[in-house]
Nanobody, 123 residues
Framework: EVQLVESGGGLVQSGGSLRLSCAIS????????IGWFRQAPGKEREGVSC?????????WYKDSVKGRFTSSSDSAKNTVYLQMNSLKPEDTAVYYC???????????????WGQGTQVTVSS
């Protein structure tokens, strides 16, 4: 059974850091792209970052998180991470990881999703 389970969310002050984890089971991380998305209250879900399957150094970041967020992968643990630094109140959202066949910011390119983890940044 394909599963993605996010963890690491929480409440942090503006300027703080969090590291989200996406634990993968039922498939091999190196065979798929893993994307990170987020959804703030009253807003549509949006792509944040993704890390490719063929070359983990090939990643994409939403402009507003460039230089602050970093995606990484530990294939031995079948886990993908999203390190989030210099967090801002506007980063507050539920964060999801998802499995895709190729690097993309589009939701439609991803077929399996985790349940999400809440990130709240206080000002």
């Amino acid at each position: 059974e394909v599963q993605l389970v996010e963890s690491g969310g929480g409440l942090v002050q503006s300027g703080g850091s969090l590291r989200l984890s996406c634990a993968i089971s039922g498939f091999t991380r190196d065979d798929y792209t893993i994307g990170w998305f987020r959804q703030a209250p009253g807003k549509e879900r949006e792509g944040v970052s993704c890390i490719s399957n063929t070359d983990s150094s090939v990643t994409w970041y939403k402009d507003s998180v460039k230089g602050r967020f970093t995606s990484s992968s530990d294939s031995a643990k079948n886990t993908v991470y999203l390190q989030m630094n210099s967090l801002k109140p506007e980063d507050t959202a539920v964060y999801y990881c998802a499995r895709g066949s190729r690097p993309s910011s589009r939701e439609g390119e991803y077929d399996y999703w985790g349940q999400g983890t809440q990130v709240t940044v206080s000002s």
